[in-house]
């Protein structure tokens, strides 16, 4: 059955106000427009859905019926063009992020702090995960985009944006001292003990490949879960670790630790807030992209 949904408003607000003259005052349309919609709407439906009287109308029992069920439909509908309206103007919504430990620590959390200043209804759902699983979640469209670290692999319809320079260091500890004043080829680091992230890493991927391309193979005396806990091996003397500078600056001008001076210095990477353009963004998202880029 193929009703005009122009009708089933009209009913709804002749329903809801017992009157043609003050539904057609309430829709800014003529009185006669409305007694056609509701006659339309009753010879499609082959029944009587108004009683007239002197004083305006009332529902027939099947009329009863059709406008409980078109009262709740139409009060749904306005009820998400409010929600609509609200995430439009910023006043609830969601965006959903995808960052690693160091990209959230070392530059989204800042930006976050403020955003949600701003805007205090607005979720923030956060997923924390290496790059490569960042860039998974997506392309499948999980998130509204992602804070990564840098180089990254050419995929289809993502639009990366630079925001921000890191540096990969070596770091020592006080048994690793002999090597604090002399610059280090990298073929030393083939003699000592490595502390590395593990390998689903941007960051373990990227020096691997530094590594192999001058010629260098190391393994890895020990593989960690976070930089964090590289710096605490480190610390500990376990071995030299491998970490982006800011994660050990702390340390480093502290003292308690050093950065090895290597004849060969590491490219810098950058921090860089990827999209989907195949995958719509929140308005929500929207926002917080701009104000990350």
């Known amino acids: 059955m193929d009703i005009n949904l122009e009708y089933y408003k009209i009913f709804y607000h002749v329903g809801r106000l017992g009157s043609i003259s003050a539904a057609a005052a309430a829709l800014c ?8 919609a509701v006659k339309q709407l009753e010879k499609a439906l082959g029944t009587s859905l108004f009683v007239r009287r002197s004083k305006g109308v009332v529902l027939t029992a099947e009329g009863e019926v059709l406008y409980s069920y078109v009262k709740q439909g139409y009060e749904y509908i306005k009820l998400g063009e409010r929600h609509l309206k609200q995430m439009l103007d910023m006043e609830n919504g969601e965006v959903r992020i995808g960052a690693s430990d160091m990209t959230l620590r070392y530059y989204l959390l800042n930006h976050l702090e403020n955003f949600h200043e701003k805007y205090p209804d607005i979720k923030v759902s956060v997923t924390n995960a290496p790059t490569p699983e960042t860039l998974e979640y997506l392309m499948e469209g999980k998130i509204d985009f992602g804070v990564v670290s ?17 540096q990969d260091i070596f770091i020592g500890g006080n048994k690793f001292l ?29 020096m691997d490949a530094f590594l192999q391309k001058n010629g ?28 982006v500078r800011d994660f050990a600056r702390e340390l480093l001008d502290k003292g308690d630790i050093f950065e090895l001076q290597m004849e060969k210095k590491i490219p810098e990477r950058h921090i860089c807030v990827v999209t989907n353009d195949r995958v719509p963004m929140s308005n929500a998202g929207k926002h917080l992209h701009e104000m990350l880029v």
Not at 187 to 200: A, F, G, H, Q, T
Not at 229 to 243: D, L, S, T
């Open 29 to 36: 349309i003529s009185q006669p427009a409305v007694s056609q």
């Open 216 to 243: 260098i193979n190391v393994t890895p005396e020990f593989e960690i879960a976070t930089s964090d806990m590289i710096v605490q091996f480190v610390q500990k003397n376990f071995g030299v670790g491998c970490v």
């Open 150 to 166: 840098g180089p990254l692999p050419k995929l289809d319809g993502l639009n990366v944006k630079v925001v921000r320079p890191i």
């Open 178 to 206: 002999k090597y604090r004043n002399k610059t280090i080829e990298l073929k030393e680091l083939e003699n000592m003990p490595i502390v590395y992230l593990e390998p689903n890493t941007s960051t373990r991927k990227y």
